[in-house]
């Protein structure tokens, strides 16, 4: 298990950029935080929570959302323990709290959709985009 702490959202007008950072911290016994399977996931106000992107432990194997395809970057940087999801060009339909997730899981990353498929969460942080 890996405890995960997401930062960076906020409240951005459509066609704003944001970066979302997430932390991430091995639990003793645990693996290297290097060694997950990362995701960001997202709820939208009323509706269940959906993936947006998955990367693998290497980071160079990657799954976006089609409808965030060319707008967002998912990526991560294993000697500080962090991933980030970058948005681009930001639309009010996605407004929503992110979540980070983790696994140990090393299936490629479109196999890897699922809320099911993580066993570690961080509690979320709210993006909200204004029209």
């Known amino acids: 298990q890996v405890d995960l702490a997401e930062s960076g959202g906020g409240l951005v007008q459509a066609g704003a950029s944001l970066r979302l950072s997430c932390e991430a911290s091995?639990?003793?016994?645990?693996?290297?935080?290097?060694?997950?399977?990362m995701a960001w996931f997202r709820q939208p106000p009323g509706k269940e929570r959906e993936v947006v992107g998955v990367?693998?432990?290497?980071?160079?194997?990657?799954y976006y959302l089609d409808s965030v395809k060319g707008r967002f970057i998912i990526y991560r940087e294993n000697d500080k323990n962090m991933m980030y999801l970058q948005m681009n060009s930001l639309k009010p339909e996605d407004t929503a709290v992110y979540y980070c997730?983790?696994?140990?899981?090393?299936?490629?990353?479109?196999?890897?959709?699922?809320?099911?498929?993580?066993?570690?969460w961080g509690q979320g942080t709210q993006v909200t985009v204004s029209s």
């Open positions: 990367i693998n432990w290497t980071g160079g194997q990657t």
């Open positions: 091995r639990r003793a016994g645990s693996p290297y935080t290097s060694a997950y399977t």
């Open positions: 997730a983790a696994d140990k899981s090393r299936s490629p990353p479109y196999m890897m959709t699922a809320e099911s498929a993580f066993a570690s």
